[in-house]
């Protein structure tokens, strides 16, 4: 897991919630840790993993589960610790192409309660927002739940975020445009929220929560019905100066017959992603891009990988030359930013001939331009989760959990109330 240490902290409370953060992290991570085994790790005495691992058990964030045998060692057998799924909550939302989806998750990150959601109008930004609010309030009290253990709201949704602020600069596939997404959904249940774009959520959660062990620079491509990215340098997001650093959809990549949302009919979009694939297999009545349309691409999508054709027929044969398409993409990328890897992510990863045209891409790079080509990880993290992790990193595995809330005696189970 990526851990992101804050500095010149000097007041002793900050280091507390430092050090709190340390040791959630770590029980995230990996369960059955002693207390001994944090104190080795994080380099802090065993009286101050004593007194968090106290103060933690105390509010119920973590829980005791046995005693581990030492294997022959002097001393007293460890005992384990772990999260304790029961003791917070979080609410994912997913708002997309590929549907809207509502989770509310225990604190491990497993769903309890989950649905998807229909919106009369997804261009409409503040009916959608107000319609999604009220599924998430209408989840939470079907869970009969604790509702002062909730801690927060995270959201991944198609569009560029100011995440220190949750206000949604635009949002071009659903036609949205500077709204302040986290205000509202805040307002309206009550909940802090943490949102940020798709492809950056999957990529921070890629990180904290899949097998593979990669803490250095990485790069996410998120293939759908259109493609888009997100960059991370030592486990911190690269934003840029538009707050759409990563996005390769635009990338300049050959003439086409295709003409994307921007107008160009050059870009990656047109050659490597879901809609490309699409248009030239005739399933769509026009060759250019249409905002308006984009969840009848996403219902088309995904129809199509369902049957995850192969290489041998007309849709896997196109399928194939859109991953080449995109794999030719990403080597240009590795070679202006020599990421450790690169994963592979969204819709399209899950399409065996995509997979393997990108592969075939990659394997062309010559010792010339990469000395060491980037390992190509295929992305196990699906948005919902993703968007859950979101608000677990914000609202309990860092400094900025409110532990003093949860130390009052357990509130009645009331209704959350539509304000």
Known sequence: MVINTISQTKIPSDLRRVHRSLVMRRLFSSE???????????????????????????????????KRDRKGAPGRRRTNLQINSSGSFVVGLV?????????????????????????????NAEQTIDSASDVIIDLINQAHIDTGRI???????????????????????LGWHEIELGRHISARTGLPVIAENIADAINLAEQATAKHDINGDLFLVHASVTCGGSFTHQGSLVRGANHSAGYIGHLPAGPSQLICSCGA?????????????LANLALLDSHTFRTDRIEMYADTLTALLAKNPDTTTPEGKELYKAGIQLGRGLRNVALIIDPEAIV???????????????????????????????????????????????????????PGLNIDALHSPESTINEVQIT
Request: net charge negative; glycine share 8%.
């Open 32 to 66: 059955n840790v002693s207390r001994a085994e944090l104190a080795e790790e994080s380099n802090l005495s065993a009286m101050a993993i004593t007194r968090i691992v106290r103060e933690l058990l105390e509010v119920g964030l973590i829980e005791e589960i046995g």
């Open 151 to 173: 801690l927060g709201i995270g959201i991944a949704i198609a569009g560029f975020v100011q995440s220190s602020t949750g206000n949604l600069l635009r949002a071009p596939y």
């Open 95 to 123: 708002i997309s192409a590929f549907g809207h989806e509502v989770a509310l998750m225990d604190a491990n990150g497993m769903p309890l309660l989950n649905r998807r959601i229909s919106f009369d109008n997804i261009l």
């Open 344 to 398: 592979l992510a969204g819709k399209m990863a899950n399409s065996t001939a995509y997979v393997a045209g990108c592969r075939s891409a990659w394997h062309e790079t010559s010792p010339r331009q990469l000395q060491k080509v980037p390992e190509l990880i295929i992305g196990a993290t699906a948005s919902l989760t993703a968007a859950g992790f979101l608000a677990l990193d914000k609202f309990l595995l860092s």
């Open 265 to 277: 009919s050059d870009c990656l979009n047109a050659h490597a992603s879901g809609w490309s694939v």
